[in-house]
């Protein structure tokens, strides 16, 4: 028997629409891309590869204060390249105008991935809900907005996966239509207007898997090669469970493997080709050798160094997920703490995860429910609806466990947070259409699961509604909803309350500070912790919280408050209230969580160092850095200035790109730098006073201090002027 033609789709509400981007453009668009200053390391260090880039008009090899950057894929580069430009060419030419242009790209792909996912829940689970839950998930979850504030590509990977598996779904529906259409022998029908346009699915399977290369393209071009390797792990795996190997053999030769990967390596290979070109093999660097059981990785030497083809492909790929990339200059969050984060990147929406993952997938138990999905699981014979919810599963489980045998960092979770949020909205959206069922059957106890599903509200799931596991037992039921819904947000209010409680205790007990206080002279050091992405925050104690008063209390009264009116509203039976409630809640943290960056950021970011200077540097001054160069990677942009010096810092993302023969001659020693101290020419020292090296070099006397902050200062060996 052909597959049921799918359930068209239901259109997105205006409502919905003004709602995603009123929340878009107040907590990505406005504020947000203004302050704090762009902050120390990747974030910097990102924006002045793409302020060099439009510098040096070089759009194949980037660079990085004047020395080959080979380690990134170009295409956030290219874009906040393109908003800089634009920027110049409206007259914002100072750092902070540029700064705020090389966020604008970020805040787009947000806006985009969440019209996306909400397109891609509402297509899934035919319910209007489901759509607006999962944008509202996805612009309220922690983790996407803090790596947002830092212009890294992980976003933008979430992007171009979510669109890669849109496509595939699209796939799969149109496989469904085309069999019904086929059994019905309906004739081919054309665009109203453009008549070379048709809706057959043969003629629109092509354009989806044109789609999904173009996906996976962009995805290598933002990200590297797991931009294809997670979207194929993922269909692959689904096509398997779903069809068994040789029906998966037969499906993938269904979606025209030759011209998608026609259309892959034409969008894909060229910038490969040409940077591999640019950056050739100079001399005759070491080769690999394999000795006592172990990997002996070889070192570059100046003018003996492998082209950019080894570096990229082998050292950034393989070694790293190895965990032997060259130079081991970052650390790996332990596997604990890295699923754990997951939960920590959704609050509050991950207390729902267990019950909507077991709710799609009912893998365990003994009901009647579980025994059908397990029959039909075995047997390759799960209807559509099903099928899109194990494609959700199988998305973020592949990329979970991809990065279970490799070195992550905390944010490399990001790309599994997408099919988690449509996963929790359609669950959420269940949860709505389950108390409005139970509310219409409470004058007569003899309704039916038939009856429920036959409603054709745009709010109740259509495709994947409520099923034998809750409209069976729709009598069961109190009027106040779903008892898991209502016991899930009993946790939530919960821990609302102990964070509440916490939070009150550090209000009263921490002293408020001064006005003028340096937040660095406040922190507990654990340089240990620094190579992790969020690690400085770890610095926190008592004492630097007295600094952080307000962005405390909006916390804490944001997971409180949330929590409890949406405890109220699903006890009332209005899940939906709940639900924006939640939201509400959610988005209040963030505003908290923004507030307690920008207070942080003086010891984050050496901007403000960069600004008190700029009016007394000059074109032949000479600007140092004393340590490696991100730890104050802001004074190269802020500064405007691709030759900053290095004293006793030659690591990190400068390392290899410095042994190339044409890496310019900025790495200074305390001998050097002695010498030249001593010569007319001035020169402007940074240094911390927290992290090593924090001492400086014997100088030659005077040693003038200009400006202090944040734990870091500047000096110099002449007066201001």
Not at 37 to 43: N, P, R, S
Not at 500 to 523: G, M
């Amino acid at each position: 028997m052909p597959p049921a033609t799918p359930a068209r789709p239901v259109r997105r509400s205006r409502s919905t629409l003004v709602t995603i981007l009123l929340l878009w453009i107040a907590f990505y668009a406005s504020f947000t891309l203004f302050v704090p200053q762009l902050l120390d390391d990747a974030d910097s260090v990102h924006a002045e590869v793409a302020r060099e880039m439009l510098l040096r008009h070089d759009y194949v090899t980037l660079h990085a204060n004047g020395i080959r950057y080979l380690e990134k894929a170009p295409l956030l580069y290219w874009s906040m390249a393109a908003t800089m430009r634009l920027s110049q060419l409206c007259g914002a030419t100072s750092p902070r105008a540029l700064a705020v242009a090389a966020r604008i790209p970020l805040a787009l792909t947000i806006l985009a991935l969440a019209l996306l996912l909400e397109a891609f829940a509402r297509r899934l689970f035919h319910t209007a809900r489901a759509g607006l839950y999962s944008a509202l998930i996805l612009l309220s979850s922690f983790g996407i907005f803090l790596f947002t504030r830092i212009t890294i590509p992980d976003a933008a990977v979430c992007l171009f996966t979510t669109l890669a598996l849109y496509c595939f779904w699209r796939t799969e529906e149109l496989h469904a239509e085309f069999a019904a259409e086929a059994a019905a022998r309906t004739p081919r029908q054309f665009h109203p207007r453009f008549r070379w346009i048709t809706y057959h699915p043969t003629d629109r399977l092509r354009l989806y898997c044109g789609g999904f290369a173009a996906a996976c393209a962009l995805n290598v071009l933002t990200k590297g090669l797991i931009g294809v390797v997670f979207p194929a792990a993922i269909v692959l795996l689904y096509l398997l469970l779903t069809r068994g190997l040789k029906r998966t053999a037969r499906r993938l030769r269904q979606l025209h493997p030759w011209a998608t990967f026609e259309a892959f390596f034409l969008i894909a290979a060229p910038w490969h080709i040409l940077a591999g070109l640019a950056n050739p093999t100079e001399g005759h660097p070491a080769p690999f050798r394999f000795v006592n059981m172990h990997w002996l990785i070889p070192l570059p030497t100046l003018g003996n160094v492998h082209g950019w083809f080894w570096f990229y492909f082998m050292n950034e790929h393989v070694l790293r997920y190895l965990n032997l990339r060259i130079p081991h200059d970052y650390d790996t969050a332990p596997l604990w703490l890295f699923w754990g984060l997951c939960f920590i990147w959704m609050m509050p929406w991950s207390a729902f995860v267990f019950k909507a993952t077991a709710w799609a997938a009912p893998f365990f138990g003994k009901s009647s429910r579980t025994q059908t999905f397990r029959s039909q699981l075995r047997r390759h014979d799960l209807p559509l609806k099903r099928r899109g919810a194990l494609l959700l599963l199988v998305w973020a489980a592949v990329i979970l466990l991809f990065f279970a045998f490799s070195t992550r960092q905390e944010y490399y979770v990001l790309p599994a947070l997408p099919a988690l949020a449509i996963l929790i909205a359609a669950w959420l959206a269940q949860d709505a259409a389950t108390v409005q069922a139970s509310s219409t059957t409470t004058s007569n106890t003899q309704t039916t699961t038939s009856n429920t599903e036959s409603t054709t509200d745009p709010q109740v799931p259509r495709g994947f509604s409520l099923g034998s596991h809750s409209a069976q037992k729709v009598r069961g039921f109190s009027p106040r909803g779903m008892p898991s819904a209502l016991h899930c947000t009993a946790a939530l209010l919960g821990l609302g309350t102990l964070f509440a409680a916490a939070a009150i205790y550090v209000l009263i007990k921490s002293h408020a500070t001064p006005p003028n206080a340096d937040l660095a002279n406040l922190l507990t050091q654990h340089p240990s912790d620094y190579a992790l992405s969020m690690g400085h925050f770890l610095d926190l104690d008592t004492r630097a919280l007295g600094l952080f008063r307000l962005p405390l209390a909006l916390a804490a009264a944001g997971l409180f408050l949330g929590p409890l009116a949406a405890f109220l509203f699903r006890r009332k039976s209005k899940p939906h209230a709940a639900n924006i409630s939640l939201a509400a809640g959610a988005f209040t943290f963030l505003l908290a969580a923004h507030l307690g960056l920008q207070t942080f950021a003086p010891v984050l970011t050496s901007a403000q160092l960069a600004e008190a200077i700029a009016p007394q540097v000059h074109p032949d001054d000479l600007v140092a850095i004393h340590g490696e160069y991100e730890s104050s990677s802001t004074l190269g942009f802020y500064l405007q200035r691709d030759n900053i010096h290095i004293l006793d810092g030659r690591s990190s993302n400068l390392w290899y790109g410095s042994f190339f023969t044409d890496a310019p001659p900025i790495f200074e020693t305390p001998e050097s730098i002695a010498q030249k101290w001593a010569s007319p020419q001035r020169i402007f020292l940074w240094q911390s006073l927290t992290d090593p090296p924090n001492q400086l070099p014997p100088l030659p006397t005077p040693v003038y201090i200009l400006v202090k902050s944040g734990g870091k200062e500047i000096v110099s060996n002449q007066p201001n002027r």
